[in-house]
C-alpha cells in the first residue's frame, strides 16, 4: 500500500503556542476530514475558541479510536487514531512520552517507518505518523495523521502525560485536601538562591580578575630580580679580574690600577646586592598576593558550586513530580524527573475492595504561590466516563446531542465523587507526607488497584497497565534498556511549519508502509 507523506526538512523548532496556531489554520474547512479516506471520516478537530497553551496531557480513546490533548484550560486538539489489531492490542494504561525521534524506524518489524515517534514504553509501544484505514490495526502502537503527527511532535515535550483508555474519559476538575500542595515559599527560595548563585559567581569573577593581576603584578616583580642577578654575575666576574690583576701586577701604577678598579667592583657588587634584596623583597609580596589570589578563587570556586547546587535543588523542588499509590502493594511511589525518589508502605481503608484508577494532574497555579488546580481523569470505577459532550456520527442524533451536556455533567460529577471517595481512603504518613517534593504544574497523583507495570523503568515515568485489558505484545516483549536510547534522538529535527501544512495525502514523496 502506497502514501504520499512530505518530505520538507526542519530547520528550527517555533514556539508551542505558534504551532498550535498554525494546526489551526491548517485544520480548517479545506482540511475538514482526510483521516480515514472516507465519507464518513471523523475530522481533526481543534478548539479554536480560545488561544491554546502548552500540552499538559494525551488521552487516547481505544473506544472511539481518537486522541485528544490538553493544556492547562481543557482540550486543545483532537485526530482519529489507529491503534492495535487484535492479538496486538495498545494496552489501556497511564504512560508518558519517554523519548522522541522525527525519523524513527522500527527495530521489531522490518525496520518499518515510524515517522514522528513518541515513545511511551521501553518495549515498543508509541504515537507516531502512520495510515489509518479507520479501526484499530496497527502492531501496538498509536498510529495518528502523518501531518498531525509532525506538528504534535513539534509540540510536546518528554514527559507529556499519555493515558490510554478502553473508554473516552476526560480531565474533570477536582478539589481534595489529600492532593498535594506546592511546599510553602518554594518559589521565593528559588529566587533567593537564584540570587546567591549569581552573587557567587560575581564573586568568583572577581577573585578570578584579582587573581589574574595578581600573577601578572608578580610576574612583572620577578624582572628586577633576574636584571639584578644578571648584573651581579658581571660585578663579581669584574671582582675576579680585579683581583687577579692585583695578584700580579708588577708596578705600582699597575697596582694601584688594580686596587681601584677592585674597590669600584666591591661598591658595585654591594649596591646589586641592595637592589636585589629589595627586588627580591617586592617579589616575595607580590608572590604571597598571588598565593592568596588563588585561595580566594579556591574558595570563592567553592561558595559558587554549593550555590548552584543549592539552586539546581531548589528548582529540582519545583519540577513536576509523580506520585504512585497502589492498593495491589499497599505502597506509595515517588518519581521526579524520570528517577526514583522513594518508596514507603502506606494504609488503604478495606483494602480487598477495588478502588479503581485515577489520574490526578496539576495543571496550572491558582494565583497564589502556595496552591495548584487539580483535575482527574477515571480510567476504571464505577463512573469511569464515556465522553458524552461530543457525540460522533449521524447516529447520535439530535435528541442524544441534546442530552449529552446533561449526561456529560452528570458523569463527571460521578466521576469526581468517585476519585474522592478513592482519596479518603488512603493515609500517608506524615513522615511521608513531607518527604513527598511539593506539587508544580504537570505533578500528578495515580491512586489505582494495581501495582506499577514492568516498565517502570530507569529513563519512565510511572507506567500502569490495566491489567482487565488487552494487553497485546507488552506482555511477551522485552524492554530494552533505556540507555539504548537518547531521550531525544540526535535523528530529531524540528518542523519548520513552512507557509502551508500538506495533506499526508497530498506531499511531496512516496513512502510504502
Sequence with gaps: MTFLVSNQKSKRLWPAGLAIAALVLWIGPQHAVYARGGGSERAIQSNETRNPGDPILAIVSLQKQHITIYDAQGWILRAPVSSGQKGRETPSGIFSVIQKDADHHSNLYDDAFMPHMQRLTWSGIALHGGPLPGYAASHGCVRMPYDFAEHLFDLTQPGLRVIVAPTDPSPVEISHPALLRPKPGAGALVVARNAEMADATAKLNQARQAAGSAYREATAALVPVRVAENQRIKAEAQLIAAEAALTNAASDEAKQAAEDAKTKAVAWLADLQTQLDSAKAQLQVKADARS????????????????????????????????????????????????????????????????????????????????????????????AQTDAVEPHGRAAGRKSREAAPAAASAQATAAADEAKAALDRITIPPDVLDRIPGASPRSSVIVTDEAPSAETSKGTDFVVVLSDQPQGGIKFRKPAPAQDYGYVSSRYRAPALGPAWSSPYGGRGFFTW
Design 292 to 383: 592568596a589570589a588563588r585561595d580566594a578563587v579556591a574558595a570563592a570556586e567553592a561558595m559558587q558550586t554549593a550555590a548552584a547546587e543549592a539552586a539546581r535543588q531548589a528548582a529540582r523542588e519545583l519540577e513536576p513530580v509523580s506520585v504512585l499509590i497502589s492498593r495491589k502493594t499497599q505502597k506509595l511511589y515517588v518519581r521526579q524527573g524520570f528517577e526514583p525518589v522513594f518508596d514507603a508502605p502506606i494504609a488503604i481503608t478495606d483494602p480487598d475492595r477495588p478502588i479503581g484508577t485515577y489520574v490526578f494532574t496539576a495543571m496550572d497555579r491558582t494565583g497564589a504561590d502556595d496552591n495548584v488546580r487539580w483535575s482527574v481523569v477515571a480510567l476504571e470505577g464505577p463512573h
